[in-house]
């Protein structure tokens, strides 16, 4: 089972890398401009907490969105040690042509299904990322520590 879901996002991701070489950017890229458009990340430790990217990657991804003019970097200035990330209006005008190009892939894989599929798709993996992160019907065993 996690060798097919692996072997599904290397395609998904594969694919989305080669509609967005025109751009310039990568998967990695528009997921990141993605996250901070739907506001699910406000910092650079948000986002590697939200894409599974380590700090590193991340330096590098913001590096190059910033170089470009894609997202600008600002320190909090309730905490100066934060800093802050915000989508550049460059950005903000090209996530629409970058979506778009996922949505042709996520289509490209889920072609064939039908609604109540996707539906039921979408409720399992949603409840195995759940149960992966304690929040589930389900959470993970541990070891008994009483004695």
Do not use: W
Request: with cysteine.
């Amino acid at each position: 089972m996690g060798q097919l879901m692996g072997r599904a996002r290397s395609s998904m991701i594969a694919r989305l890398d080669a509609q967005l070489l025109p751009f310039g950017l990568s998967s990695m890229h528009f997921m990141a401009l993605k996250n901070l458009q739907r506001g699910g990340a406000r910092t650079a430790a948000e986002l590697c907490r939200s894409l599974g990217y380590d700090t590193g990657a991340m330096t590098r991804i913001l590096d190059r969105l910033e170089a470009r003019g894609l997202l600008r970097r600002e320190r909090s200035r309730a905490d100066r040690r934060r800093v802050l990330l915000h989508l550049a209006p460059a950005g903000r005008r090209l996530l629409p042509r970058l979506s778009a190009a996922g949505e042709r892939i996520m289509d490209m894989h889920l072609g064939g299904f039908q609604p109540a599929e996707i539906a039921t798709l979408k409720n399992y993996l949603s409840r195995m990322i759940a149960n992966g992160t304690g929040r589930g019907d389900n959470p993970p065993d541990h070891p008994d520590t009483s004695s």
